[in-house]
């Protein structure tokens, strides 16, 4: 047997493994005549179906599709179909598995090209014109000081970064099982079409058959053999040019637009807005228009700009991700209106929680609380009127994001309590939400910390975004936001810039239709984002389903944002996007052109609603009545189905929008009775011991009261231990979530998952009860998903944890007993002491923060991660009393036998510790964790 290590070969290494083959493999031409009829495509893909079939009965337990023998006859037959078609073909006919599917073409060039070759079937894929192209640019000297070997093996490499990061965002870990799994959705295939060559995978608006593919393939063949010019296009497709692709933004539109905002000229804004719609048709509200409700009314009759405004957002982009300037001129500016910006996953300086001298607000109206939980803490989450959840972002879905390093400045540092010049990653998943149930307690301990805050869930456009969005409705959300593909600060991969997510009218339509047809849809607003510019999209996505509408990208350009797409490089030229200060000194923008903007749109949205004949946005929203489909001049768009996003679902008597003002309520927990019995420490400061009885029903314990702390006394303001709650039981879920300074928890017993989540100084102890005999180091006394986002405080527990015990923890101080699965994952600030056995995939990811592991049976080398970290034996006095120190309090806390034994024997037991240390943090620490470097430095 073979084996490879990518799917993806070089030439050299296809020739090799067809030489390995040898009269096994059956090679099949992938290429068709274009004069053999009107039916050439479909007759050459059957052709080459045969072929394949026939090959494996004959006994080939290999198959080599190629489309080498391209010439000016002969046409590629695109080679996604072709792979498509056998791999489907076979599989019908059970014979799939008898061989192996390999791939040579010269149509794939990119990440996207390869993930999908591989999605519909094949085994291998050899992008021989890619590796000519590259073998071309070095013989002409364009590569100095690589060889040819070095540059295709960049290319290799890049292209199996790329697949893996395609399957992590799936969840998938091993190519076998992504191959041939069509983990896509079509965009403008025909149904009859997927359905043939690519069963399985979603095609909600039907469009472009056999027939459309074959007269495009024909014409691009045409094209490229119309001319003898070595020299090809550029073509635009990531970056504006001139006379190439189009784009939503050009150079002309830009200026026009700032100009516009800078002068307050609605009229350039109309221009603007105007040449907007000339365009040619880029996304698919393009290809729909309104059909008046009645006879126009009056502009003077439809609802006030400053109503309208009122519905508008600048979506999460994190001080980090923009300059503090940027951010802080759109939050402004936003509160100057009553509308509301969103502060993104980066924290929030404290400095802006109350209103500057002038008058301006610069706090962010919605605080984020993403998966990396960068600055969450008690007081954060009460300084907002709204809390959004982000589950996924639409440019990005599946992804975390990444700040690196010499974008953490000193200050956004503190802001995400983490090392300033240490690169900040925000972990792809939520550690804390992996079921609808998860998700439905997030938003429990949400309303639990801050009473008064609504709480938004931030979904990703997708076909099936209908059903989870019905869940989150019943989970107590009160918005639900549906990002689309567009945006992202432009921070984003290439690989994420296209193909990634779907456009929000697809998301949108299916979560408005799916949460009318389940009597939810008066019961939670509709949000959108994603590519919003005029007031035309505005009132196309109201009358899909949307409330409210976050419009970001343009919100920048107003600022002075040209499109350069250098965010992540942190060299933007007018300060918007980066930390440099002698870039941020560039920044222009003000709250003024953004408030402009706004103002703008809100103005063209009156107009649209007056000559359609209704009077409020409300009046339209979710009436895809007033739509309708319309030709753009392109045969190929004439063929799209747009009747799934225009049905119209039965409301069975509610509203087709939210009719509810309040928020959601949840449930008391029992911090009810808490707060009435703590009444003396809250009002006049005593100093207090409850006791309590409790069970496992009993969640977020120790929030609600974290939250009346907060309010009375700041998040320092009360001594450790000022108000200590004693609990006698088995504590619910989220136990001491976001608890603050001033808060001890005791258990006498044991707790369910999310102990600690988002600890916010407070102190937590967990130990069995007195009349337990079992060893505490050997049995769970709390679940999983501890201290997940924790940014201060302590947490003692006699036992073992569950599985992501501390990930992304960044300031807690810990000790347990042995923990499951991933601990410490993501860490960057604080110390844990585990004393016990861990589980795999130990501290993956982590950039800051110290662990201390006790490795009595030699394992922990194993489990551990060594990606971003080293481990050693505690060698120095320093850190020896560091983890010494931490038992001793563990001891007194909960009176572990197993910690006294350790205590009792520190001489034989200290060497079986490892010391788990951050690469990055090595040459930062204060104290040196080797004796070879703290001789040096003394």
């Known amino acids: 047997m073979l084996a490879l290590d990518s799917p993806v070969l070089s030439n050299a290494e296809f020739e090799a493994m067809r030489r390995y083959m040898g009269e096994a493999a059956a090679e099949i031409d992938c290429t068709f005549n274009p004069r053999d009829g009107e039916h050439a495509l479909r007759d050459a893909l059957t052709r080459v179906r045969r072929e394949a079939e026939e090959a494996v009965r004959a006994g080939c337990t ?84 690589l060889t040819l070997e070095e540059g295709v093996r960049n290319y290799k490499k890049a292209i199996d970064q790329g697949l893996l990061k395609i399957m992590s965002k799936m969840g998938i870990s091993v190519i076998s099982s992504y191959r041939g799994g069509y983990n896509f959705e079509a965009i403008g295939l025909s149904r009859s079409l997927v359905a043939e060559f690519f069963p399985g995978m979603t095609s909600r608006i039907s469009g472009i058959g056999l027939n459309g593919v074959e007269k495009t393939t ?85 609802e006030s700009i400053t109503e309208i405004r009122k519905r508008f957002l600048t979506p999460g982009m994190s001080l980090g991700a923009l300059s503090p300037e940027a951010h802080g001129a759109l939050n402004i500016a936003m509160n100057r209106i009553g509308a509301k910006s969103v502060s993104g996953e980066g924290g929030e300086d404290r400095e802006r929680y109350r209103p500057r001298p002038n008058g301006d607000n610069a706090n962010s109206a919605v605080k984020q609380i993403a998966s990396g939980r960068f600055g969450v803490t008690a007081e954060y989450l009460n300084m ?82 209908g059903t989870v969005a019905a869940g989150v409705a019943k989970a107590k959300a009160d918005t639900i936001l549906i990002s689309g593909n567009v945006g992202g600060t432009g921070a984003s991969p290439q690989t994420s810039i296209k193909f990634a997510g779907l456009p929000w009218e697809l998301g949108l339509s299916e979560a408005h239709q799916v949460l009318t047809l389940n009597r939810l849809r008066h019961r939670v607003k509709l949000r959108t984002d994603g590519g919003l510019k005029t007031g035309r999209d505005i009132v196309i996505a109201a009358m899909l389903g949307a409330e409210e509408f976050g419009i970001g990208t343009t919100s920048l350009v107003a600022l002075g944002c040209i499109m350069v797409r250098q965010c992540h490089s942190n060299t933007c030229p007018v300060g918007v996007c980066t930390q440099d200060p002698a870039l941020r000194a560039k920044f222009t923008g003000s709250p003024y052109k953004v408030v402009n903007l706004f103002s703008f749109i809100a103005e063209e949205v009156r107009e649209i609603l007056a000559s359609l004949g209704v009077r409020s946005l409300t009046e339209i929203i979710g009436r895809t009545d007033l739509l309708k489909q319309v ?20 409301a069975g008597g509610h509203a087709r929008y939210c ?36 069970r496992n029903v009993q969640r977020a314990i120790g929030t609600k009261l974290s939250h009346k702390i907060t309010k009375k006394y700041g998040m320092t303001g009360l001594q450790p231990g000022h108000i200590t709650v004693r609990l006698r039981g088995s504590a619910g879920q989220s136990l001491g979530a976001f608890a603050v300074q001033g808060l001890k928890l005791e258990v006498f017993g044991d707790s369910n998952d999310y102990v600690g989540k988002g600890l916010s100084g407070g102190t937590i102890v967990v130990r069995p009860p007195v009349s337990s005999q079992l060893k505490s180091n050997e049995n769970t006394i709390i679940g999983n998903t501890v201290l997940y986002g924790a940014t201060a405080g302590e947490l003692f527990a006699a ?77 120095t006095e320093h850190w020896e009393g560091v983890l010494k120190g931490l038992i001793q309090k563990h001891v007194q806390e909960t009176q572990s036998s197993w910690a006294e034994s350790i205590l009792a024997d520190w001489a034989r037991e200290l060497p079986k510790f490892r010391q788990v240390v951050p690469k990055e943090m090595l040459s930062r620490l204060e104290h040196p964790v080797s004796k070879a470097a703290a001789v040096a430095a003394e």
Request: aromatic share 6%; charged share 20%.
């Open 62 to 145: 290999h198959l080599i599709l190629s489309d080498k023998a391209i010439g000016e006859n002969r046409v590629g037959l695109p080679m996604i179909l072709a792979t498509g078609g056998v791999h489907s073909h076979l599989v019908r006919e059970r014979l799939r598995t008898w061989t192996s599917l390999n791939v040579r073409t010269g149509e794939a060039l990119d990440v996207h090209y390869f993930a999908v070759l591989i999605g519909v079937g094949a085994t291998t894929v050899n992008a021989y014109l890619a590796q000519e192209a590259i073998a071309d640019r070095a013989r002409r000297g364009l590569f100095p000081g």
């Open 218 to 302: 024909i014409a691009q063949h045409a094209k490229g053999f119309a001319v003898d010019s070595a020299v090809l296009p550029v073509g635009g497709f990531y970056r504006f040019r001139r006379g190439a692709e189009a784009h939503s933004f050009d150079g002309t539109l830009i200026h026009t637009l700032q100009t516009a905002c800078n002068t307050d000229s609605y009229s350039l804004y109309k221009k603007y807005s105007e040449g907007m719609r000339r365009l040619p048709p880029i996304t698919i509200r393009d290809l729909l228009d309104f059909k008046p409700a009645g006879a126009p009314v009056s502009v003077d009759e439809v």
């Open 384 to 465: 907002c009127r709204e809390i959004e959840i982000k589950v996924a972002q639409g440019a990005k879905p599946g992804e975390g994001g990444q700040l690196p390093g010499f974008k953490v400045t000193v200050e956004i540092a503190k802001l995400r309590h983490a090392t300033p010049g240490v690169t900040l990653i925000s972990p792809p998943p939520h550690h804390d939400i992996y079921s609808i149930e998860d998700l439905a307690q997030l938003i429990y301990d949400l309303k639990q910390i801050n009473p008064q805050a609504k709480v938004t869930v931030k979904l990703v456009s997708r076909s099936g975004i």
């Open 631 to 650: 030709s753009r001049g392109g045969a190929h768009l004439d063929d799209l189905d747009l009747n799934p996003l225009l049905a119209q679902a039965d």
């Open 659 to 694: 009719t509810q003002t309040e928020r959601n309520e949840v449930p008391e927990t029992l911090d009810a009775q808490i707060i009435r019995d703590a009444a003396p420490a809250l009002e006049e400061g005593e100093k207090m011991q409850l006791t309590y009885n409790v």
């Open 799 to 875: 036992g073992q944890a569950g599985e992501r015990f501390a990930v992304r923890n960044s300031g807690a101080n810990a000790v347990i007993e042995g923990c499951g699965s991933n601990g410490c994952e993501y860490l960057t600030g604080g110390t844990i002491a585990i004393l016990g056995p861990v589980g795999a995939n130990f501290a993956a990811g982590m950039t800051g923060g110290m662990a201390f592991v006790y490795d009595g049976d030699g394992t922990f080398e194993s489990k551990v991660n060594p990606d971003s970290v080293i481990w050693q034996a505690v060698e």
